[in-house]
C-alpha cells in the first residue's frame, strides 16, 4: 500500500452522484494522478492518501486511492488557501484572508465550534453567517463520515449514500446500531454490519444483531426462491449464524411480528415465517386469481357457437386440446394453456388473438423478460411487451423505491390479456401483473410448467396448476412438424423419463463422449470457436450459446468465460479492457445483466424503433460491451442490437461475461445452437428439469459433451428442489371457504 501526502492542484473529473474523482496532486514538487471515490475533496487541500500504483493505457501512471484524510492546513496561508477553494459559496480569497487576519491559527476552530463569532468579521452578516456555517458543516460532517467509515471498509460511494440518509447523526447512529445500514442502506448486507458492530464492541447477544442477523436469514431464504420460510429452518439457521441461545432468536421473531417486519402463519401444523412484501403478494395475488375465476363474464360480447363456427373456418387444423383451450378462454375469466415444446402453444394463442378480435375485443401480449417478449412478438406478428413495461414502471422518491402506474385505480386497458413463459413470473410480479388487471378482463397464461421455476420467490404457475383452482389445459400432442426435430423429440423424452436418441444421422441432437475434464473442455472451445461455425457457416458470438449446470469447475461459467474470452475475442492494444476483481471486460465481449435494474436508462440506436429512450436492464439481458472509457469512468453495453447503456464503473458487479452461461440464467431465452457440457455435479443440480431446460433453449442444434453416465443421471434424476410456497395451500383454502359458503 503507496502512502503519499500532497495538495490538490486540479481536479479534471468529478461525479457528484458517488464521489468519484480523477485529479492532480503536488507531491514532493512532481504532479501525480490519483483516482479514486473522493467526495468533497477541492482543488487546495491538503491530502494523506493511501492506495496502489496502476498504469492507464493513455494517461500513464496514476495512483487508485483507496483511503484518503484530510490534513488541516497548519499556517495561515494554508488556511486562506483551504477556505477560498471554492468549498463555501461566497467566501473568495478577499474573505478568507479577512476571516484568517482576525482569527488566525483558530479560524478552523471557530468555524468548527463557534461559527458565530464570525459575525465579528467585516463583510459577515447573519444571512451570510448561515450560508457560511451550513456549507462548513455539510463538508466538514462529510468528510468526518467519510474517515469514520473508511476505518471499516465501508467505499465511499457508499459513505456519500449513508451520510444522505443519516446527515449529521450518521456516526452516533451508527454506533448505537449499525445493523440498520443493512436494513436501510442497499448495497450494504447483514454481514458488513456485524464486521463494524464488531469493532465498535456491540455485544455478540445485542438485540439489534440477533434481531438484524434473523432477518437476515428470512430474505437470504426469499432469495433462495422460498416465499416463507419454516421457523423451526429458521431457528436453526439464525442459531448457526449468530451462535446465540434459541430463546433469544424466538423472541427476535416474536419482536418482530409485533413490529409487522414480519408475519407468522400456520400451515400444516407448523409455524411459518414471511417478510411482509412476500405474505402481502402471495395472499393478493390468491384473492386476486379467486376472483378471476369466479367472475361472470359478458357472454353478449362473445357467441360461443360462432367461436365454434370460426374455429371450424380456420385453414390451420387445430388439435382437440388446441380447440379446447379456445373454448376454455372464451368460458374463463383466467386460464393456463400448458406443454412443452413442439405441442402447439403458438398455434393456440395465435388463433386465440384471432378469434377475439373477430368479436372486436383489445388484445395484449406480454412476457417476463425482453428476449420473450422479443420472440412473442416474432410468433404472433403483434407487438409483445415485457410485464414491466405494460405495468408502465415508474419511481417515488430519488429514483429509488419502484412502482407501476398501472394498477388498482388506473387498470391495462384491454379485454384479453395473454402472458407467455409464466414459469419465470414470481410472486412479486404475478402481484404487480394482477392489481392492473381490470374485473371482466380474461386472463390466459401460457408457460411450460417442467421448465425450472422463476429466479425470483414463488412457484406461481406450478402452484396454480397444482390448486386445481383455475381452468387449465395441458397441450400433450407433439404435432408431425414437430417431430421432425430431434430436440423436440428428445426433450419430451428426458422430461418422461427416457433417455434421448443420440447422433442419428442428418438430425440435430448430438453427443461427443470426453471423458477426460481437460479435453472436455478443449473440445468445447474448439466446438464453440471453429468447428461449429465453419461447418454450419455461423457466428461464434450471436449464434453459439454454451450452457452450463454451474459455475465453478473446469467446466463451469468462470472458467468457460475466460477461456472462450481469450479465443473470441482476444486482447488487442486497439481495444480497451477494464478489470473489476476477478472479471476482465474487454470491448467486443458479450456480457449478461445479473440482476434486475429498474433505474439504467437506455437509448435506441436504431433511429426507427418505436421507443426510442426507456429504462430499464433486467436478469437475464444478453449485449455487448461497446466502449469503455477510462475517463469518465463509463462502460457502454449494446443489449439487443439496438438499447445502449451507460453503466458506471461501480454498477460492473451487475454484469458478467457470457460465452458461457448457467442453464438457470438461460431460461426465456432462445438460441439457435445450444452446446451443454456432461461433467460431474452435485445431484441437486443436475436434474431432470435442469437438463430439459437447457435442451428447450435451441433452436436448430444442440450438442451434448461429456461423459454419458451424467446425461443418464440427469435423466433419471428427477428430484425437483423444495420451495417453500403457500399459493397452492391458500388457493386450495379460499376456494374450499368459497364452496362451504355457497353449498350453505
Known sequence: MIELEGQ????????????????????????????????????????ALKGKWTMHPIYGQQLEVNQYRLVMPSTENEIVSYLSSGMIP???????????????????????????????????????????????LEQHELREIILFLNKYNIPTN???????????????????????????????????????????????????????????????????????????????????????????????????????????????????????????????????IIELSKVELDEQKIDKEKVIEELESVTISLAKKQREAILQAVENGILVITGGPGTGKTTTVNTLIKVFEKFKLKVILGAPTGRAAKRMTEATGKEAKTIHRLLELGYVGDDVEMTFNRNEENPLDCDVLIIDEVSMVDILLMNSLLKAIARGTRVILVGDVDQLPSVGAGNVLRDIIESNIVKVVKLDEIFRQAQESMIIVNAHKINQGLYPELNVKDKDFFFMSRFDEDKLLNTLVELTTDRLPKHYKIDPMKDIQILAPMKKGRIGTVNLNKQLQQYLNPPNKNKKEKTLKEKLFRIGDKVMQIKNNYTLKWHNIDPDAIEQRGEGIFNGDIGYVFDIDKDEDKLTIVFDECRLVEYDFSQLDEIELAYCVTIHKSQGSEFPVVVIPMGWGPPMLLTRNLLYTAVTRAKSLVVLVGNEKYLKSMVDNNQITTRYSGLDFRLKKFHDFHMNIKNN
Open 8 to 47: 490538490l492542484v486540479e481536479i479534471i473529473f468529478s461525479n457528484d452522484t458517488n464521489g468519484y474523482t480523477v485529479a492532480s496532486l503536488l507531491f514532493d514538487e512532481d504532479e501525480v494522478t490519483i483516482v479514486g471515490y473522493m467526495p468533497t475533496v477541492k482543488i487546495g487541500d491538503k491530502l
Open 158 to 288: 457508499y459513505g456519500v449514500k449513508i451520510y444522505k440518509k443519516y446527515g449529521g447523526q450518521t456516526i452516533d447512529i451508527i454506533q448505537e446500531n449499525p445493523y440498520r445500514l443493512a436494513e436501510e442502506i442497499r448495497g450494504i448486507g447483514f454481514k458488513t454490519a456485524d464486521e463494524i458492530a464488531r469493532t465498535l464492541g456491540i455485544p455478540f447477544d445485542s438485540k439489534y444483531r440477533v434481531y438484524a442477523g434473523t432477518r437476515y436469514i428470512i430474505n437470504a431464504f426469499n432469495l433462495e426462491g422460498h416465499t416463507y420460510i419454516p421457523g423451526e429452518i429458521l431457528v436453526e439457521r439464525a442459531k448457526k449464524l449468530l451462535n446465540v441461545k434459541e430463546d433469544l432468536i424466538e423472541e427476535a421473531v416474536q419482536y418482530l411480528a409485533l413490529d409487522q417486519k414480519i408475519q407468522l402463519e400456520r400451515l400444516c401444523d407448523e409455524i411459518i415465517v414471511y417478510s411482509m412484501p412476500y405474505y402481502y403478494a402471495e395472499t393478493n395475488v390468491c384473492k386476486k
Open 90 to 136: 461566497g467566501v473568495g480569497e478577499k474573505m478568507a484572508k479577512r476571516i484568517v487576519d482576525h482569527f488566525g491559527l483558530k479560524t478552523i476552530e471557530i468555524l468548527t465550534k463557534s461559527p458565530e463569532k464570525l459575525l465579528e468579521v467585516s463583510g459577515i452578516g447573519k444571512s451570510k453567517l448561515v450560508g457560511i456555517k451550513e456549507a462548513f
